[in-house]
């Protein structure tokens, strides 16, 4: 999966790292989840939060997502798609996304797999829930 976004198996403690460090509502990142092979987990910030949703794709390659409940069930042909829904206000998310926390490019990396390899991230620190 080629998205900027996507981090693939990024712990849930890191991922809360990231999206917490600029204390800005509205940051996000897709994951693996790591309790259900084969699906991946939406994660918003709010008010020094992170909040997850499922998203799963089904036998016809289409994705859906865990929302609020009363929130009419969507399902998406791709994961750009269902980002672009949630980048609007009052779609069933906390917080509509507003600032993708980007996953550098393994790729162009020329430090040593010890550095850092988050642009957003210089430094970790410990959350507290």
Request: glycine share 6%; net charge neutral.
């Amino acid at each position: 999966m080629d998205l900027p976004y996507y981090h693939g198996a990024l712990t849930k403690q890191e991922c809360e790292i990231l999206l917490l460090k600029e204390g800005v509502n509205g940051n996000f990142l897709i994951r693996d989840s790591e309790s259900i092979p084969g699906v991946l987990c939406l994660c918003v910030s709010f008010n020094k939060c992170v909040y997850t949703y499922r998203i799963f794709r089904d036998k016809h390659g289409y994705f859906d997502i865990q929302t609020s409940e009363g929130v009419r069930k969507m399902i998406f042909p791709t994961l750009e798609e269902l980002v672009s829904k949630f980048e609007k206000p009052d779609q069933g998310l906390v917080m509509h996304l507003s600032k993708a926390i980007k996953r550098r490019n393994l790729s162009q990396r020329q430090k040593r797999s010890t550095d850092n390899i988050y642009e957003n991230s210089s430094d970790y620190v410990d959350v507290l829930p």
